[in-house]
Antibody, heavy 121, light 109 residues
Framework: EVQLVESGGGLVQPGGSLRLSCAAS????????MDWVRQAPGKGLEWVGR??????????EYAASIKGRFTISRDDSKSSLHLQMHGLKTEDTAVYYC????????????WGQGTLVTVSS | SYVLTQPPSVSVAPGKTASITCGGN??????VHWYQQKPGQAPVLVIH???DRPSGIPDRFSGSNSGNTATLTISRVEVGDEADYYC????????????FGAGTKVTVL
């Protein structure tokens, strides 16, 4: 059974940093593109960034709104994905979801339960 | 960047058909994916690549895409279908590689 479990969320002050993790199981993580998607309270979904699979050298892409502040990395030996966030702003407050792309087509077929990041002083 | 337009809400009676539209410039040439999100839960992929259903999704859910509009159709609506529905496409040329619509709240009367 495919499972994605996020952790690392919490309360952080503006300008601070936080590292989210996603533990994956039930599939070969290195075969899949993996993404982060976020959802601000009461709002819609926003794509954050993507890590391609091993065959594509784990290259990454990011949304303009977070580019230069957030970095996606992964550790396939531990079947984990990470989102390192720096320079956090109040508008980064959201539930952050770890997702798997079905076949590198941007169709997110599995989602974690999400982890809440609150940026506030 | 590419904009997807969805109606904020759709109401439907049980047993009837709900149609949720997703408008975008020449969206017919893009692959459209649809997600269902119930309160307090993560989204679930219900349609991908315009009209394909993932395993486990009832055949009451179908999709189409042509011209400037993609449509998610829910036939024989059930109370359990009440949720927010989001469309999504790959942009590739804008600020966001993947773009979501703002979502449509489906209310089952």
């Amino acid at each position: 059974e495919v499972q994605l479990v996020e952790s690392g969320g919490g309360l952080v002050q503006p300008g601070g940093s936080l590292r989210l993790s996603c533990a994956a199981s039930g599939f070969t993580v290195s075969d899949h593109y993996m993404d982060w998607v976020r959802q601000a309270p009461g709002k819609g979904l926003e794509w954050v960034g993507r890590s391609r699979n091993k065959a594509n050298r784990y290259t990454t892409e990011y949304a303009a709104s977070i580019k230069g502040r957030f970095t996606i990395s992964r550790d396939d030996s531990k079947s984990s994905l990470h989102l390192q966030m720096h320079g956090l702003k109040t508008e980064d407050t959201a539930v952050y979801y770890c997702t798997r792309e079905l076949a590198a087509g941007g169709d997110f077929d599995y989602w974690g339960q999400g982890t809440l990041v609150t940026v506030s002083s | 960047s590419y904009v997807l337009t969805q109606p904020p809400s759709v109401s439907v009676a049980p047993g009837k058909t709900a149609s949720i539209t997703c408008g975008g410039n020449n969206i017919g040439i893009k692959n459209v994916h649809w997600y269902q999100q119930k309160p307090g839960q993560a989204p679930v992929l219900v349609i991908h690549h315009d009209s394909d259903r993932p395993s486990g999704i009832p055949d009451r859910f179908s999709g189409s895409n042509s011209g400037n509009t993609a449509t998610l159709t829910i036939s024989r609506v059930e109370v359990g279908d009440e949720a927010d529905y989001y469309c999504q496409v790959w942009d590739g040329s804008g600020d966001h590689i993947f773009v979501f619509g703002a979502g449509t709240k489906v209310t089952v009367l």
